[in-house]
């Protein structure tokens, strides 16, 4: 668990005061983890407000990965059908719009970074048709975002034995971090233990840990966690700053 404050201690460690939101984009459906010191109310507050945009977030609950993440859920009808792709990017531009305005209060109020975290998809094996259709809703929520730019290009961070490089970008209009992770095992490893899962599909339980989730949600909080350690790389060395 991170510490609960921006310059708070833990094992005489200084403990930046960070959150992040890890997005799994899917072909039907998006999950977004919560992570960090402000995990909780930033969860609740973007399932309020999309309910005011007439989008219903389903919280799928609280899971004790390697910190604790908020999970909830977000489904569409996929960008293959008649009308598919229209009602998709109605539907994650809503929610990404309670996102968007859940981050800035948090923010403003405890004065704390936030971050976006998603998968680098703007390279891809074109040959797995899924990740093709999720790159049609993963375009969407980039462009929303308008120009960007880089702070940190490259950075390599380690968990145990796993290394991960990572990029964080700031929209010119948008003081909201977007990390982008490397996809590979985003969906394939234990949140909690780190264990190669090998390819998940539906509910899985790791063999090693004992964590329970589904492949999506699983995605979803890897992403988040490698995020929050890109992220924090990234400001305790000064390229960013909040």
């Known amino acids: 668990m991170v510490g609960t404050g ?17 997005i799994d984009v899917g072909v039907k459906r998006s999950v977004f983890a919560f992570a960090g010191v402000r995990a909780k109310l930033l969860s609740d507050l973007v399932v309020i407000y999309a309910r005011q945009n007439g989008v219903s977030l389903m919280p799928l609950g609280m899971y004790d990965a390697v910190t604790r993440a908020y999970v909830v859920d977000v489904r569409y009808p996929g960008v293959d059908k008649y009308r598919g792709a229209e009602l998709t990017g109605n539907i ?3 929610a990404l719009g309670a996102m968007v305005r859940a981050v800035h209060n948090v923010q403003r109020i405890h004065e704390t970074p936030v971050g ?27 462009s929303s975002f308008g120009k960007s730019v ?13 290394g991960y490089e990572g990029e964080v970008m700031v929209p010119i209009k948008d003081p909201i971090p977007i990390v982008l992770v490397e996809p590979e095992y985003t969906s394939s490893t234990c949140p909690r233990c780190g264990a190669y899962l090998d390819k998940v599909k539906g509910k899985v ?38």
């Open 150 to 162: 880089s702070k940190c290009s490259v950075v390599k961070v380690s968990w145990f034995w796993i």
């Open 205 to 242: 339980t790791c063999g090693y840990c004992g964590f329970k989730g589904d492949r999506d949600i699983i995605g979803a909080i890897n992403i988040a966690w490698r995020g929050f350690l890109v992220l924090t790389k990234c400001i305790r060395e000064g390229a960013l700053r909040i």
């Open 116 to 142: 976006l975290v998603l998968e680098d998809l703007r390279q891809f094996n074109g040959y797995k048709r899924d990740l093709a259709r999720a790159r049609a809703v993963w375009d969407l929520m980039m």
């Open 6 to 22: 921006r310059n708070g201690k833990e094992g005489g460690v200084s403990v930046l005061d960070v959150t992040v939101v890890g």
């Open 92 to 94: 994650m531009s809503k």
